[in-house]
């Protein structure tokens, strides 16, 4: 399966960027989905995830109310809309296919496939 995340750049804070995360080569809709995002010298961490069904999503505390995660499955696409941005969302951000046999959506490791990631930089 390949990932293509866009939609990064740079952003005041205060401002919203939406990132979207096309998938190809699999059943989209039959996987969950993640974002993550990886800031320099940093572990790379978790921010959102969503269900195969959308039914579901699950957010980091620093980003919880800010961020929404959604899907278009017809698409096969993931978004991540990211409003009232602050200078520590600085990141690579990047898109994962979860792995259906987990049922945790926050570690790195129970995801298989992951995308080339975006930059995204907000300035204070």
């Known amino acids: 399966v390949q990932l293509q995340a866009s939609g990064g750049g740079l952003v005041q804070a205060g401002g919203s960027l939406r990132l979207s995360c096309v998938a190809s080569g699999r059943t989209f809709s039959s996987y969950g989905m993640g974002w993550f995002r990886q800031a320099p010298g940093k572990e790379r961490e978790f921010v959102a995830a969503?269900?195969?069904?959308?039914?579901?999503?699950y957010y980091a505390d620093s980003v919880k109310g800010r961020f929404t995660t959604s899907r278009d499955n017809a698409k096969n696409t993931v978004y991540l809309q990211m409003n009232s941005l602050k200078p520590e969302d600085t990141a690579v951000y990047f898109c994962a296919v979860h792995r259906p046999s987990s049922s945790n959506y926050y570690l790195t490791t129970r995801y298989d496939y992951w995308g080339q990631g975006t930059q995204v930089t907000v300035s204070s």
């Open positions: 969503i269900s195969w069904t959308g039914g579901s999503t």
